[in-house]
């Protein structure tokens, strides 16, 4: 999820070509609703969003039963310290940078079921 719709976009656009079937969310809440509604193998997460940030919305998710199995990936342009500890406390399993190279995302997501 990410608040700039046409990174979604496109990012989900990139995972359809890779054989995912992605769900698009444009804000944390939206995000939160969405991975606690279909339980995705992996929820890609912007830091930064209105309404909820990435590490509030990785925080919900962890905390919701039965969602220890989802891999949550930080996808966010700040490189900060202050950002990378906040998503290792929040639960984050991988932190990503923008953009994104395809290498590094094939790293983090399971095979594709196509």
């Known amino acids: 999820m990410d608040d700039e719709r046409d990174g979604a976009d496109t990012l989900a656009q990139l995972l359809e070509m890779l054989g ?10 939206a995000g939160v609703a969405a ?5 995705p193998a992996v929820v890609i997460l912007d830091l930064h969003m209105p309404h909820m940030g990435g590490v509030l919305a990785c925080t919900r998710i962890r905390q919701a ?5 989802i891999k949550v990936v930080a996808l966010t342009g700040s490189n900060s310290t202050t950002d990378r500890e906040a998503a290792q406390l929040a ?5 990503l940078l923008k953009p994104v190279m395809v290498a590094a995302l094939l790293q983090v997501l399971p095979p594709a079921a196509g």
Do not use: S
């Not at 995912?20 to 809440?29: L, M």
């Not at 639960?91 to 932190?95: A, E, I, L, R, W």
């Open 20 to 29: 995912f079937e992605p769900i698009v969310a444009y804000d944390g809440e």
């Open 35 to 39: 991975a606690l509604e279909h339980r």
């Open 65 to 69: 039963a039965g969602t220890e199995a």
């Open 91 to 95: 639960g984050f399993d991988h932190f």
